[in-house]
């Protein structure tokens, strides 16, 4: 049975890849990598260090404005074409994005099961983040089986109706991707990265790594946090700034503009994903409003200042791996130096989002949905962490 695992996206490909390297392993189920075209090369970028490459791409929207509703009107014609012809036993969708939305959409309609990876988180608040939390509000009314990272996001789900047997605590496979590419050891392959690092150990200062791209942010919110970082070097003279800007020229126009050629601040192209889980393992602290790196830097103990009002990922800041600051430049100053004093550490050694084993989990639940269980042992649900 072809199971689709559709990704649009980065982040997308990195946590449905743990999954495509599982399925194989199962007598029945295996995995066709589907690119929608949302972000043209992103995709394939992600997937390479995982050794996948993609099945199947369908053909790049037409955009014009850069609208949510011109984007889903591309994208759900080809994909509604895609299962007409190959007709896959599920759609695996991942997260929040324009292409899981569409994705669901298509495949509900065809009548073929959707399975929701990292199903259930919530803020409860459909302005943030905007529109990711209706967009997984919305998937979860169409989805056959909610792959659920954490007992929170089970809960959430539960208090909405969704049926007790069609959630499945798996952890989050985010973990397990991490956990894949560490283990690897690659060295730096952005020159940026590679000449901070050297520059950490020939001068002793510590890392700190910025990210910051989700449309709330842009504007203003993006301002007052391109102001603490410029505060931050010039009060710490022991650290370094690695700033890896998203290509989105909102963005990337607003973050050089601020920054460039300010001493000790590095700003960057995108990472790719080895590049980035090498800059979490090195980073002293990060400051972030990615949801992802929430998920990942915990796996190294590292420390989590969250450039947001509301994260639907409370289990980090519960755990003591991450504090919610918003974007206010006094609060994440303060955050910021309680990690270089030695103020603030976390609490738990262990990354609250899992074990590495949800991909063997998810596997297992999506055989049991479409009645071709494994014979091998069902692994136990990862134990929370407190």
Known sequence: MDIMLLAGTRPEAVKLAPLALALPGHPVLRPVIVHSGQHDGMV?????????????????????????????????????????????????????????????????WRGIPVVHLEAGLRTHDLAAPFPEEGTRQMVSRLAAL????????????????????????????VVDAVEHIAARGRPA??????????RLLEQGRRLVLVTSHRRESWGKPLQRVLSAVRDLVRR???????????????????????????????????????DLVRALRLATVVLTDSGGIQEEAPSFGTPVVVLRDTTERREAIASGHARLVGTDPAAIGRATEDVLSGRW????????????????????????LLAVPSRSRVLAPPEPVP
């Open 44 to 108: 394939e970028q992600a997937l390479a260090p995982f050794g996948l490459l993609v099945d199947d791409r369908l053909p790049a929207p037409v955009r014009r404005n850069g609208g949510q509703a011109e984007l889903v009107a591309g994208l759900l014609p080809s994909l509604d074409g895609f299962l007409r012809r190959r007709s896959p036993a599920a759609v695996v969708v991942q997260g929040d994005t324009t292409t899981v939305l569409a994705g669901a959409l298509a495949a509900f």
């Open 146 to 173: 909610h792959l659920a990272p954490t007992g929170a996001a089970v809960a959430a789900l539960l208090g909405e109706g969704v049926p007790a047997e069609r959630i499945v605590l798996t952890g989050n496979t």
């Open 189 to 198: 392959q952005d020159r940026a990265l590679a000449a901070a690092e050297l």
């Open 236 to 274: 710490r003279p022991d650290v370094e700034v690695l700033f890896p800007v998203h290509p989105n020229p909102a963005v990337r126009d607003q973050v050089t503009t601020a920054l460039s050629g300010v001493p000790r601040i590095t700003v960057t192209g995108p990472l790719e994903y080895p």
């Open 345 to 368: 550490r976390p609490a738990s050694p262990a990354n609250p989002y899992g074990d590495g084993k949800a991909a063997l989990r998810a596997v297992a639940a999506i055989g049991e």
